[in-house]
């Protein structure tokens, strides 16, 4: 069983359509991530959490909120998609006792494209 | 700011032969975390090594090894003994403790291995 989980794995929408992408993880992690994929760009921070009750603004976070409903679970939502938003997108998790060796662990990518 | 660059966006190698994708930062934090990440043609994304900032020794795992030059602030991966499963996207990412504890990516090398 994958220990980050991302539902659905693939999704396509139109344009001004509202939709969530959901992450959970078993691994007892804290902190909680979501970055988005771009050929040629890398992958950019869009939010993160690093517990239940914080929220943060990763470097592109206009046009997504975040919930984070619980320990295990960290949803991000696109409230009107628009075309420029299709991407792969992660979820990932990490541990922050290991100081500087906090390494993230991802789920399996969510492929959004907004027609 | 803190700054990651992989300048190559593309690399060939023979099969059999070694490799090294170059990866350079920029941060005046002196205690960071850096990070090599997989991923293969399948999109998920693989920790492959770590190496930190006060490290004394480069970083070694199996097939990998970071060539971690503080001064020149680089931190290059190197790939032994190339295999044909060794071709994939790879991604330099480094931690900077003064950066909120982000993640923050290089925009990644494709490595190709050939026969």
């Known amino acids: 069983d994958a220990d980050v989980t991302q539902t659905p794995r693939n999704r396509i929408t139109k344009t001004g359509k509202r939709i969530m992408l959901e992450c959970s993880q078993t691994?007892?992690?804290?902190?909680m991530y979501w970055y988005r994929q771009d050929p040629g760009l890398g992958l950019r921070l869009i939010y993160y959490?690093?517990?239940?009750?914080?929220?943060n603004k990763g470097e592109i976070s206009d046009g997504y909120s975040v919930s984070r409903q619980a320990q295990a679970k960290f949803s991000l939502s696109l409230e009107s998609a628009i075309p420029n938003q299709t991407a792969l997108y992660f979820c990932?998790?990490?541990?922050?006792?290991?100081?500087?060796?906090?390494?993230?662990?991802f789920g399996s990518g969510t492929q959004l494209s907004v027609l | 700011a803190q700054k990651i660059t992989q300048t190559q966006p593309g690399m060939f190698v023979q099969e059999k032969e070694a490799v090294t994708l170059d990866c350079t930062y920029d941060?005046?934090?002196?205690?960071?975390?850096l990070f090599w990440y997989k991923q293969p043609s399948s999109g998920e994304m693989i920790f492959l090594i770590y190496?930190?900032?006060?490290?004394?020794q480069n970083a070694t795992e199996g097939r990998y090894s970071l060539n971690f030059q503080k001064a020149r602030k680089s931190a290059n991966l190197v790939i032994s003994a190339s295999q044909l499963g060794d071709s994939a996207m790879y991604f330099c990412a480094m931690r900077f403790t003064g950066g909120g504890n982000k993640l923050t990516f290089g925009t990644g090398t494709q490595l190709k291995v050939e026969l």
């Open positions: 691994k007892g992690h804290d902190r």
């Open positions: 959490s690093f517990d239940v009750k914080d929220i």
């Open positions: 190496q930190g900032s006060y490290d004394q």
């Open positions: 990932a998790t990490s541990d922050p006792s290991r100081g500087n060796n906090e390494k993230l662990f």
């Open positions: 941060t005046s934090d002196p205690s960071y975390g």
